[in-house]
């Protein structure tokens, strides 16, 4: 759709053809097909049917069609982006913060202490619940300090009761080397 409506802004009246659209959105033959028809289905783009089908001779974005595409959201709620690398760097996160979540709640602490361990691992649900690219990491970095020093002692720095939390600190890092790539 969105080599549609580029060629749409350059010149509203031209049509594109099927090697047009696989040149300008770089998709394969098969691909094209399946996609231009449920776009037409939907009244988002017009087709003119030739003499070779089931591939058709011309398309355009219909008016409904551009209108998707300027409403950003809209067309995000429609079409939602492939995942990145960021995304799939962070694939782990979600089920490692759930184990945490379980640690938490069968921590050895009690009364206020356990309190302020559940909020601390809530407001970090919260903070990583937001898309990827948003992700304020001084903040996560910080209250994953907070989480670990529920449980730090002068003797023993590393939080046995909570055993998934180093593993989730290595896995949100790996967004910053992902963002770094």
Known sequence: MQALYQRYLQDPLDMATPEDVMDDAAVAREDLLANVYYLQDRGLIELLMGYNPPLFAAARMTADGIDMVENA??????????????????????????????????????????????????????????????????VIRTVLDWIEGHFATADE???AALPSLPELRKAIERRVEADRA
């Open 157 to 159: 720095p590393a939080p």
């Open 73 to 138: 959201f809209e067309f995000n709620l429609r079409f939602p982006p492939a995942p990145g690398e960021t995304e799939e760097a962070l694939a782990g996160v979600p089920v490692l913060l759930e184990r945490l979540v379980q640690e938490a709640d069968f921590s050895p602490l009690d009364g206020e202490a356990r309190q302020a361990l559940l909020r601390d691992v809530q407001f970090l649900r919260d903070e990583v619940a937001r898309p990827a690219m948003r992700w304020r990491m001084q």
